[in-house]
């Protein structure tokens, strides 16, 4: 539920970057259009001061019973565009696409309505999904108490004998075929540590305010230059796998069947992330027993 909310967020954001688009060609046609209509005004209005007009246009204008105004206009602006103002066709042409514009805006518009209510109902299950699984946890623990605690310790610290084993093997040999750390890791890392204590919050990617996971990987990255997907799951399907034993400062370590979670690893078996609702972001001891796998922005 709450990779789906962040997804819906994450649309949300491009569409606004869309609608701001298309606000802004709007804008610069209505100025072009208002500029093309000012020059029509004043070449007929100056025709009219030189009296260097046809003699079928001065009676037009002359006339004030036997024809409309749309007629007399449509005479005046031809007598204007006759002049050099330009053509009718790049005058009409100039309409269709702002009408066109404003059909697409209106498109854009009503999209970002049905995303903000999708994404609200996504947010809502997803906020229930969490406090329901808080509630079952804390059950389990009043139930079943120091037998839970001693066997997660048991199982993260045989968890961590078998990294330190990898580890060491991996010094012991020469891996040519795995892609060298960024020379970015260190501002990611920098960047991420600089929100600690921001809150949790589903979706959330605003420094200083609120992350959710993958939103503080993301965002901190972001700061560091290297762009890289927005959620933990297209996170770890897009960027380059490495093999845990060979994890840097800066790398992404995943937890969850189905992909989750997301961390940041800052080296001394810690990662700095953005865990659940009701916590903040912060650092924590890797607990390599439910890493899933761990991948390198570049």
């Excluded at 299950?125 to 406090?131: I, K, M, P, T």
């Excluded at 139930?143 to 004998?161: C, K, N, V, Y």
């Amino acid at each position: 539920m709450g990779e789906t909310y962040a997804l819906a967020v994450n649309d949300m954001e491009d569409l606004d970057v869309e609608i701001k688009a298309t606000e802004a060609r709007i804008a610069q046609k209505e100025k072009e259009l208002a500029a093309m209509q000012a020059e029509l005004q004043q070449v007929a209005l100056r025709s009219l001061i030189r009296g260097g007009i046809s003699n079928s246009l001065s009676s037009i204008l002359s006339s004030t019973s036997s024809l409309t105004d749309s007629v007399r206009k449509k005479y005046l602006t031809s007598s204007a565009l006759n002049t050099g103002a330009g053509n009718t066709d790049a005058l009409q042409g100039l309409i269709d696409d702002l009408l066109k514009e404003r059909a697409t805006l209106e498109k854009q518009r009503k999209k970002a309505e049905e995303l903000a209510k999708y994404a609200a109902g996504r947010l809502s299950a997803a906020e229930a999904l969490a406090a329901d699984y808080e509630a079952r946890q804390a059950a389990a623990e009043r139930e079943l108490g120091s037998l839970l605690r001693s066997e997660r310790q048991r199982r993260e610290q045989a968890a961590l004998e078998l990294a330190q084993r990898e580890a060491e093997a991996f010094k012991s040999k020469k891996y040519t075929n795995i892609v060298a750390p960024s020379s970015q890791a260190g501002s990611a890392i920098k960047a991420a540590l600089s929100q600690l204590g921001v809150r949790y919050r589903f979706g959330a990617k605003s420094p200083g305010s609120a992350f959710d996971c993958s939103g503080l990987t993301s965002w901190a990255w972001g700061v560091a230059g290297v762009g890289i997907p927005r959620t933990s799951r297209t996170q770890y399907a897009g960027l380059t796998r490495i093999p845990t034993a060979a994890i840097q400062p800066g790398d992404l370590i995943f937890s969850g069947y189905p992909i989750h979670h997301v961390g940041m690893y800052i080296g001394g078996g810690q990662m700095v992330h953005a865990p659940r609702t009701g916590d903040v972001v912060k650092i924590s001891a890797v607990s390599w027993s439910r890493v899933v796998g761990v991948a390198r922005p570049r």
